[in-house]
Structure formats: C-alpha cells, structure tokens
C-alpha cells in the first residue's frame, strides 16, 4: 500500500460524523467534479482525537484538479454553493422536526430511520463541502494561485496594499451564517440591558440583574433557545444561558460602545461589500482571474455554513442516540462509534463479538479506506499499521530556528506570549494579549481566539476554520506553518506578521506567575 501522510488533526471529535464527512472523498461523484478521487486515506484516533493520513501527492494532485476544474468551468462554485444550501436547509428542517418532539417516544426501528435521514443528508453535504477542503486545505494550491495573481495585478498598477490585503477582504462572504446571526442577537440583548445600566461589577451582578427582569430574562431564554447549538461540534456540550450571559458580561467588562458595535456588528455586510467593490475598482482583474476570487468565496461560505448545520446535527444525533441508547443496550458513545450499516443492523439485536469491538472503539483504533472498503485495526496492529504505512514527518530543532512561514489568512500585526493549544483542556492558558498557536483551531477554541491578539496554526488554508474566525474577529493569522506548535515554546514572545505570512521570535519567554 502507498505511504500515507498525517494531514489533518482535530480534537473532540465522533467517529460516526467523521465517517460520513470522510466517505465524501471517496463519492462516484468526486471523480465527475474533479476528474479523479482520493482512494486511499486512514484515520487514527485516540481519546477523542483524530489525525487523518492521505498520500500528500495526491492530495496536493486534487487540489490542482479543483484548480483546473474551476478554470474550465467543470466545476461551478455558484451551483455548488446552491445545492449546499438545499441540502443544508433541508437538515436544518429535519433537525428542528426531531427536536420538537419533547420525547422521542418512538421504536428502534423509527429511531434508526430519523438517524438514516440525517446521516444521507449529512453525507451528501460533506461530498459538496470536501470539495472545497481539497481546493486549498494544506497545499495551499487555490491560496497560491490567487496569491500569485493579485501580486502580479499590484505590481502592473503600482498598487501599495500588500496581496493579502486584498484577498481577505475579497474572499469573505457577504452572507451572514449562524454565527454571525447569534453575535448580532447578543450585541442586542447587551445593548438593552446597558440601556438600563451602563456597568456590572462582577458576572453575578448581570446574572441578578437578568433573573430580576421578565424581560430580559425571557429575552435570554429565547435566546438560548434560538442558538444553543452553536459551537456544538461532534460532541457538544451545548451552550446554556450561563455562556451567553458569560459573553454579555465580557461584552460589558471590555467597556465596548454597545450600540456603535451592534450597529457595526449589523452593517458590516454592506461595508464589505463598498470595500470589495473598491479593492476590485483598483485591480481591474480580468474575468478568469475574478471567476477564482468569487470560487474562493463560494468555498468559504460553504464552509462557514456547513460547519454551522454540523452543529445542529450532530447535537440532533446525540439526542437520537441518547433515546436509542435506552433501548438497545449501547451507550450513547457506542452509537458515536458505529457506521450507520452498523446501527441499522442493531435493530435485530447485537452481538457480544460486536459489542468487544466497540469497546475497543473507545480507546484507539485505526480506520482505513481503501478503494471504497473500510478496514478496522485495534491495539497492537492499529499502531503496527501506523509505523508501517504513516509517515511522521520530522521537525526542526526548535532552538536553530527564529522564524517560521505560513500563509496569510487575515492580514495584520500583533505580538505575544506563546500559549499552545493542542486540546480543548488547554484553553483555560490562554489570556488576554496571546497568541494562539495550534495545530488546528475548532470551534471548541472560540472562546479563547476572542482573548488572543493573534492565530497561528499548522495546518489549514483559507477556508479553515482559523482562517474564517480570524477574519470574523478581525485579528492577524497565519495558518499552515506546519511545525509551529514544536518550533514555538509556551509563554516566549513572538510577532505574527499575517500580512506578510512570517512569525518571528523576537523575546525571551513571559514569566509565569505561580
């Protein structure tokens, strides 16, 4: 078999979203989009967490294929686009159907239908979506181009703004998503309740404050209820009024002009789109290289939207598995860590072999795809498997090294103390005036990001998920520095300077207070 490489890593994660997330490479119609498919890749996970390997050739291959694909016009971002939206919609319907039954009274074969629905749905929304992964994810391949071109337009019109002053602004979607939605609704039960008092001391302060007023405390409540998926991940938990009144409260403590930030939060669609039309007034680019600029965005929002639909369905499954789990004698982390032929054939009862083999599911394993077949190893011949058939790139003495290179996501400047986060344990580090530096951001870390000056990560593309808070935050980011989480040690001081895509070390490590 081919060598394989690590290309993705990802905390908190459950085998059964994974899976179908996963299978979208392997989908008849990847080879129709793209002219050929990844056949070979394997998953590793262990405590939750997940590294997926592909031949790195190939992938990089892929990337050049979605490349050429849009270029010829194969591949029309605009309708890929659309019909993510009709099946993501669709999603969203069947998830609200499910949850507003307030107890899902139903048999296990009914129970094991409504996960079939969302599961086929779910797939055919990572097909759409796993194109988009492959344009840019690791290889930079759509980043490059893109990059390549605006410098050569900034060097024929004597431009001054740096390329990717350009291309952040212009790749941004003027949509809002979820996100962005539940961000304005905050600012908006925030600017209300500052309406009645401009200050709270402390976080019991507003909680009181809430409780004491029907208003406001339904106001919250409807709230909670409207977006308490957000963030929700693989595996959750799902945000309660506590969270949100946390972020009302730092809303508060940051001494931020309420009504000018809802006012920003609400007409930022409309002054991007001023500002996008005048960066592309000053590149005058010819209509092949737009067609990749408007395919970049395309991607980008099919990302935001689809990580926001995963949210709600994933918790959507984890109530379904939480009902099932009660009548089949499996846990709910059980059904997490089963293929949906899997779960159907749960419906005539399970046996003990397969009942072992979950259980060894639970603690590390490999899962390998090869050529449309699935293949399990446990234990001892998971980690034979990936000593064998995985390569384990080698990094650079952290110590020979004072600057590393990534590319920009979100042009800008900021310096910090180092704080690595490898998993959610480890945001509770991450203070006001860091950097965040890991190997992939989730929306576990979002928390923290808000603290951060900046990101670093080393993996990702322009449409990753550091990428896409980076420019919602408006904060300097360089994604895929590759070995940035073993080059940087924790609390040294380091300048990220996205718009140029170089971290620099540029000071001694912050001292820690003990």
């Not at 899902?104 to 796993?130: C, P």
């Not at 024929?156 to 291309?167: D, F, I, N, P």
Request: with cysteine.
């Amino acid at each position: 078999m081919e060598k394989l490489e690590f290309i993705l890593e990802e905390d908190k994660v459950s085998f059964f979203p994974v899976y179908y997330t996963w299978i979208g490479f392997a989908d008849a119609r990847f080879k129709d989009y793209v002219g050929e498919y990844l056949d070979t890749s394997a998953c590793e996970f262990h405590d939750d967490y997940l590294k997926w390997a592909a031949n790195s050739e190939k992938w990089a291959r892929l990337g050049s294929k979605v490349l050429e694909g849009i270029k010829s016009g194969r591949i029309k971002t605009r309708e890929l686009k659309k019909k993510t939206l009709e099946v993501g919609d669709a999603l969203f319907k069947e998830c609200d159907r499910i949850l507003s039954e307030k107890n899902l009274n139903k048999t296990i074969g009914q129970l094991v239908e409504e996960v079939e629905r969302l599961y086929l749905l779910s797939k055919d929304l990572a097909f759409y979506g796993v194109i988009a992964v492959a344009s840019d994810y690791h290889h930079f391949v759509l980043s490059n181009e893109l990059d390549r071109i605006v410098r050569k337009r900034i060097s024929e019109r004597g431009l001054e703004k740096k390329a990717q002053e350009y291309l952040s602004m212009l790749i941004s979607p003027n949509e809002l998503n979820a996100v962005k939605e539940e961000s304005i609704a905050l600012m908006e039960l925030a600017w209300e309740i500052s309406k009645s008092r401009k200050e709270f001391e402390s976080l019991n302060e507003l909680q009181e404050s809430i409780e004491n007023s029907a208003e406001f405390k339904k106001k919250l409540q409807e709230h909670t209820k409207r977006f308490f998926w957000i963030n929700y991940g693989y595996r959750g938990p799902a945000y309660s009024d506590e969270e949100f009144i946390n972020a009302i409260f730092e809303a508060f403590k940051n001494q931020m002009n309420l009504g000018e930030e809802l006012k920003k939060l609400k007409n930022a669609p409309v002054e991007l789109e001023k500002m996008q039309a005048a960066y592309l007034a000053e590149l005058q680019l010819k209509e092949s290289d737009l067609l990749l600029v408007e395919s970049a965005k395309d991607f980008l929002f099919m990302k935001m939207y689809r990580i926001d639909v995963r949210h709600k369905t994933n918790f959507t499954l984890d109530v379904i598995f939480e009902a099932l789990s009660e009548k089949i004698g499996l846990s709910k982390e059980d059904l997490r860590n089963s293929m949906m032929d899997e779960i159907r054939s749960y419906i005539e009862g399970i046996s003990s072999a397969k009942k072992k083999e979950l259980e060894q599911r639970r603690e590390y394993f490999v899962a390998l795809l090869d050529k449309g077949r699935l293949s399990f190893f446990y234990g001892k011949d998971a980690r034979e498997f990936v000593a064998m058939h995985i390569i384990e790139k080698q990094q650079k003495e952290a110590e020979s090294v004072s600057e590393i290179r990534g590319q920009s996501a979100c042009p800008g400047k900021a310096s910090g103390p180092v704080k690595i986060v490898l998993r959610v344990e480890d945001i509770h580090k991450v203070e006001r005036g860091d950097v965040l530096v890991a190997i992939m951001t989730i929306p576990d870390f979002v928390p923290a990001m808000a603290k951060a000056v900046a990101f670093v990560t080393d993996t990702g593309g322009i449409t990753c998920h550091a990428a896409i808070v980076a420019r919602e935050m408006s904060k300097p980011c360089i994604v895929g520095a590759r070995n940035a989480t073993k080059v940087l040690k924790e609390g040294e001081i380091i300048e990220v300077d996205a718009t140029h895509g170089i971290v620099r070390k540029i000071g001694a490590r912050a001292q820690q207070v003990v």
